[in-house]
Every structure is written in C-alpha cells, then in structure tokens.
C-alpha cells in the first residue's frame, strides 16, 4: 500500500503516467523479464489506485523481449527492430495483466504512433479511448506502435510518447522510472564529478545541453536523458510535473513517496490552463457554430455543447479542428477542439443526442465540443 508523504512528489497527484524504461523491466545479461520487481510496481499501482489516483503506463521493452524470442543479436535494422516489437509486445503485455491480476485491476493496452498525439482528429480518438478506460477503473498500457512507425514518423523513445500521452489526458505527474536517479550536470557514468539536481524551474538551454546526446548510456533501450529533457519540456509546457527517479529496485513509487532521490521538473501552471492556453494560441479557428441563448448558459456553467443548441455553422472544418462559439447576437461565448466535421455539424445541428446515430449512421458521442476541450471567452 502506498501512503504519500506529505512532500512527496506523488502527494497531491491525480492523474499519473509512469514512463517504465526496458532496462528495468528487462535483465541485460539473460534479456528475460524481471516479474519480480514487475509486481512490486503493481503493488505500488494497487495502492495508488485505491487512493483514487488515475494510473497510466507507459512501458518500453517490446524489442527486448522480442530479440530474445526471435534469437536476434548485435545491432538491429529498423524493420528487424519492428519485427522484434511485435513479437515482444504480446509478452510485454501479458506481463502487466499477470502482475495487476491479483490485485482485480484490468490492464488494456493501447499502440500509439507520433501522427496519433499530433494528429487532433487522432488525438480526440485517442483521448476519448484512454479516458474512457480511465473512467472504467481499467490502467491503460501505452507503447509506440512500431509495426507502423518508421523512422520518419516514430518517437523511438518512449519518453516523449510518454510526455505526449501525459499532455494528452492532462496528468499532472509524469514519472519516468529509470536506471538513473535523475538528471546530472552531466552524465554520471563518464563524469565521476557530475552533481544531482533535485529540482529543475526552467528548462534553460543550460539544463537542455546536460542531456548530450540521445542514445548515451543506453544499454538496453534508447534514449538516454537527451530525450527525457525534450519529453520534460512536453510535460512542464503542458502543466504536468514530471520526475526522473531509479526505478531499479523494488517497489519503486513507494520509494519516491517516501522520499526516494529523484529530480523534479517544475510544471509551469496546471493542466486545465496549460489545456486553455494552447486552445486560444496555438490553433487557429477553422469555422464556427452559432449557438441559441440555452446552450450558452449551459456551456457557460461548465456544460459540454450539445448539437441541439447549434442554430448555424459556418466555414468548412474537420473533427478536431478549433470552432469559435457565438451566441445569437455573434459575440464570441467559447471557442474549442469540435468532435465533428463541418458537414457533419450541420446535419446534426438543433437535434437531440440520441438522434445524431440515426441522422449520421453513427455516433462521435453526444458533446460536439466536449468541456474539456472549450475555452469559455466571454
Ligand atoms: N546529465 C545526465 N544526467 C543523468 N544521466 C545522464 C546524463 N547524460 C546522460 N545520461 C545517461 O542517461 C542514461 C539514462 O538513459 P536510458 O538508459 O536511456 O534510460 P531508460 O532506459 O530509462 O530510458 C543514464 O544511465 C546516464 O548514463
Ligand atoms: N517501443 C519500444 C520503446 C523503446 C524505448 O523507448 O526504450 P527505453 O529507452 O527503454 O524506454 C519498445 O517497446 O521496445
């Protein structure tokens, strides 16, 4: 059971993804599993579960595991490595349902490739898929889908997919459990006088130059701390404290919540502002929706928009896209991530919820623009 230690970096958290690296979860000299220590962190994720934290996994280790079942050695092509991700990821996966089983935790395991967490229409499938098995009490387990993801459009380290899937549900910690425990003015191994930072403000381009090059120091995955720098600009931008920690010995997060060393990456702001931020900035809007005097004052007070309160909808936009939101009198009320397509809107615009599977032949869910995914403006 994990009780929080006041100052914890795990204390206040409610939503927690845990990036779990190969070298961990693999021993280097018989490339076998360590089910061991796998289940000391399902205990640790039983505890925090009951505790009412959301967990999600992020774990590597397929092309490890996969290189042992299929007797590849030395350096891998990229196809060879994909072979390899394929072969590991069913055993990688039935790891975690062995070891979260006794404690009646369902495990379900989600492939995501790059253009899946840039991609909005992607990303809203994504979102909508991880919540909803959130929501169901079940821990996702996420790795790069590597069948599909060639050099051009793949993460290659799970530490961005990792931060991407953290900015994705709006966890405010990322853990990255590790075979170092966090970040060195420069890397330890090489550099005997090399000094521990516990706490990182800023991600100044000081800090970033600390993790030289990916891939050093990796002996099992890929990586090494450059990637785990980019994933905590990925994480501290998205309102999501991130933690480095060595995860190698058993019972990890148990560990961190009772003061484990570790290095902490401030987040800047929280999720739901850093989520409202990119909203407003990043995104141009494509089109809009003219809503009557109801739906506003139910989007206002939280609500999400419903298809029944849209009056019109102009401009030519796909699912994903930003829409502004106008009331009757074309003030801007909110403006969001739309979970339709312009043609799809405008069939589905002034009816009920339960019609929209009749009228469309399927059915994106009753919110056109969920609240999580609107910025009210006015
Ligand atoms: N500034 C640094 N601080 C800490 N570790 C560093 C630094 N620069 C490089 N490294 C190396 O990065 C390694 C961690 O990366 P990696 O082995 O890829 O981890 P993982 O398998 O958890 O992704 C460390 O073992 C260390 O040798
Ligand atoms: N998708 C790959 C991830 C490789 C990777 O990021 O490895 P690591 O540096 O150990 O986190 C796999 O499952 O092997």
Redesign the pocket.
């Known amino acids: 059971m994990v009780a929080a230690a006041l100052h914890s970096p795990l204390s206040q958290s409610k939503r927690i993804v845990i990036k779990i690296?190969?070298?961990?979860l693999i021993d280097a000299q018989t490339g076998t599993l360590r089910s061991d220590w796998l289940s000391t962190v399902a205990d640790d994720i039983a505890g925090l579960k009951s505790r009412g934290v959301d967990v999600v996994i992020v774990s590597?280790g397929a092309i490890a595991l996969g290189r042992k079942r299929l007797g590849l050695n030395g350096t891998l092509s990229l196809s060879e490595k994909q072979a390899c991700a394929a072969a590991g990821q069913s055993e990688l996966t039935r790891a975690y349902e062995r070891a979260l089983e006794p404690h009646h935790i369902v495990t379900a395991q989600a492939l995501l490739t790059l253009t899946d967490t840039e991609d909005r229409r992607r990303w809203l499938n994504a979102r909508g898929t991880l919540q909803t098995l959130i929501k169901l009490g079940a821990v996702p387990i996420v790795n790069e889908n590597d069948t599909v993801a060639t050099d051009e459009i793949r993460y290659g380290?799970?530490?961005r997919l990792a931060a991407r899937v953290a900015q994705m549900l709006g966890a405010d910690t990322l853990v990255?459990?590790?075979?170092?425990d966090?970040?060195?003015?420069?890397?330890?191994?090489?550099n005997s006088t090399?000094k521990h930072l516990p706490l990182i403000d800023s991600l100044t381009p000081d800090i970033m130059a600390?993790?030289?090059d990916a891939?050093?120091?990796?002996?099992?995955?890929?990586?090494?701390?450059?990637?785990?720098l980019l994933a905590a600009k990925i994480a501290v931008d998205a309102g999501c404290s991130m933690v480095i920690m060595d995860g190698q010995a058993p019972s990890p997060l148990s560990r961190l919540m009772n003061g484990a060393t570790c290095s902490v990456f401030k987040a800047s702001g929280d999720p739901a502002g850093a989520r409202a931020q990119w909203i407003m900035g990043a995104l141009k809007p494509k089109g809009t929706l003219h809503i009557d005097g109801g739906a506003a004052g139910a989007i206002t007070k939280g609500s999400s928009l419903l298809a029944a309160g849209i009056t019109d909808v102009s401009g030519d936009f796909v699912k994903g896209d930003t829409v502004l939101v106008m009331d009757l009198n074309d003030v801007e009320v909110a403006r969001g991530l739309i979970g339709y397509s312009a043609v799809e809107a405008r069939h589905i615009m002034g009816r009920k919820s339960d019609e929209i599977s009749a009228i469309l032949g399927y059915d994106n869910g009753a919110a056109v623009i969920h609240r999580d995914n609107m910025v009210i403006t006015s």
């Open positions: 690296g190969s070298a961990l590597s380290d799970n530490d990255l459990l590790s075979d170092i966090g970040l060195y003015t420069d890397d330890p191994r090489k090399a600390m993790g030289g891939n050093a120091g990796a002996q099992v995955g890929t990586g090494g701390m450059a990637t785990k």
